[in-house]
C-alpha cells in the first residue's frame, strides 16, 4: 500500500487561481498521454505517485483521454482508489467535456444534454462523486455561451463541481462569457490555454482579459509536447511522442522545424545552469495570472528533471531578450 512522502510539501509552490480560495502547486500533471490502455499501468501508477510525493496536488484530466477514449479517466480512477484514496482531499481533480466522445448529437460541443451526461460519465469512470474542477473544453459556436455556462453552473450546484473552467476560448470568447458566469454566481475561476515559447498568443489579449477580471491561468503543453527539451536533440528515440503512432498530435516535422532554435534555447538554459526543460516552464511561470504548468511525463525521471524548474523561476532582462530573439529568428 502506498504511503505519500511525509515532505511532500515542503519544495512545492502553492499559487492561488486568480482572487478564488484555491492554490494549485505551480507544476500540475496532466493525463492526455501516458494513461491509456496502451500504456503499462505500473509506470502510470509510479509517475502519480512520484509527482504527489513531490507535492503535485492537482491531476488533469478530461473525458477523450486515452487511447482508448475514457482510458485515462478510468486508469486514474483504478489508481486513486487501489492506492491514493486516503489523500483525496489534498487533491485537486479536474476534467473537460467539448470534444468528440461519443456518436450522436450530443457527444462533443458544449450543448446541456452534452456537459451534463459527459460529467456523469467521467464520474462513474473516475468512480467519485464529485470532480474539483470542470472545464468547457472548447467553445461550441452552435451552443449560446449562455445555455454552456447555465449548465456548468447546474453541475456545481448539483455538488457534481466545485470549480468552473474554461478551455481553448479566444480572449474574445472569454470576455463574452465571464459576465454570463457573474451573472448566475458561479465559481468560474480558471482558463485552460496552450501556452509556451512557441505558441504565445495568450500574450496578445487573454492574460489581460484574466488579470482585469481576477481570473487565474493554467498552460498546458508547456514544453511543447517534448520539442522544448533535451528529447530530440540527437534523434528521434523510438519511444518518444514524435514516434510513437497513438499519438498523432506530434510528428517527426515538428521536430526537425524547431531544432535550430531548440538548440539555441539549449545553450541559454546551459548558462543559467538549467534544462532546457526546467528553462521552458520557469519563463511560462514569469508570467502573473499563470497559477500552474499543466505539464506531461511519460517516466518519473522526466516529472523529477521538470521538477527542478523550481530551483530557478528568475530570469534576467537579458536571458528574456535572447530567448525573444531566438524565438523571432525565421
Ligand atoms: N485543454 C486542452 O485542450 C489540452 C490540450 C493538450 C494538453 N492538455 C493538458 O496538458 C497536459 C500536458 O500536455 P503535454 O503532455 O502536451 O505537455 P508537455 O509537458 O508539453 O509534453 C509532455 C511530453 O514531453 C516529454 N517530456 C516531458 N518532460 C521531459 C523532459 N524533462 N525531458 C524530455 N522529454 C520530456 C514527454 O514526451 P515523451 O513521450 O516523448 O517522453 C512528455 O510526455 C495534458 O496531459 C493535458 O492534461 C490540455
Not at 479536474?94 to 456523469?120: H, I
Request: charged letters at 20%; a negative charge; hydrophobic letters at 40%.
Amino acid at each position: 500500500m502506498y504511503l505519500a512522502d511525509e515532505n511532500r510539501y515542503q519544495n512545492m509552490t502553492y499559487n492561488r487561481v486568480g482572487n478564488s480560495g484555491l492554490r494549485l502547486s505551480a507544476l500540475s500533471l496532466g493525463l492526455w498521454h501516458n494513461f491509456g490502455t496502451v500504456d503499462p499501468l505500473a509506470n502510470q501508477k509510479a509517475v502519480l505517485e512520484a509527482a504527489f510525493d513531490h507535492g503535485i496536488t492537482h491531476f488533469d484530466l478530461a473525458n477523450n483521454y486515452g487511447p482508448v477514449a475514457g482510458a485515462a479517466e478510468e486508469n486514474f480512477g483504478r489508481i486513486l482508489h487501489q492506492e491514493l484514496a486516503a489523500y483525496r482531499d489534498e487533491m485537486v481533480i479536474s476534467t473537460k467535456a467539448g470534444f468528440y466522445m461519443w456518436p450522436g448529437p450530443y457527444g462533443e460541443w458544449g450543448s446541456k444534454k452534452s456537459l451534463v451526461a459527459s460529467l456523469d460519465q467521467s464520474l462513474r469512470r473516475m468512480n467519485l462523486d464529485y470532480v474539483d474542477i470542470f472545464y468547457s473544453h472548447r467553445p461550441d459556436p452552435d451552443t449560446p455561451f449562455e445555455e454552456t455556462a447555465a449548465a456548468l453552473d447546474l453541475l456545481v450546484r448539483q455538488g457534481k463541481a466545485l470549480y468552473i473552467g474554461i478551455s481553448n476560448y479566444s480572449a474574445e470568447q472569454t470576455a463574452a462569457i465571464i459576465p454570463i458566469f457573474k451573472r448566475l454566481g458561479t465559481p468560474f475561476i480558471i482558463h485552460q490555454v496552450c501556452y509556451n515559447m512557441f505558441t504565445r498568443g495568450p500574450e496578445d489579449g487573454l492574460f489581460d482579459v484574466l488579470a482585469q477580471n481576477k481570473l487565474g491561468a493554467i498552460t498546458f503543453s508547456p514544453l511543447s509536447q517534448g520539442l522544448l527539451t533535451d528529447r530530440y536533440l540527437n534523434g528521434i528515440p523510438a519511444d518518444s511522442r514524435a514516434a510513437r503512432s497513438s499519438s498523432p498530435f506530434l510528428n517527426p516535422d515538428n521536430v526537425e522545424k524547431t531544432l535550430g532554435k531548440v538548440r539555441a534555447l539549449n545553450a541559454i538554459a546551459a548558462n543559467r545552469n538549467q534544462s532546457m526543460a526546467a528553462m521552458a516552464l520557469a519563463w511560462i511561470l514569469r508570467q502573473p495570472t499563470v497559477a500552474s504548468v499543466l505539464i506531461g511525463a511519460s517516466r518519473v525521471s522526466q516529472l523529477e528533471a521538470n521538477l527542478k524548474v523550481l530551483d530557478n523561476l528568475s530570469f534576467t532582462k537579458d536571458e528574456l531578450a535572447a530567448i525573444d530573439a531566438v524565438l523571432a529568428e525565421k
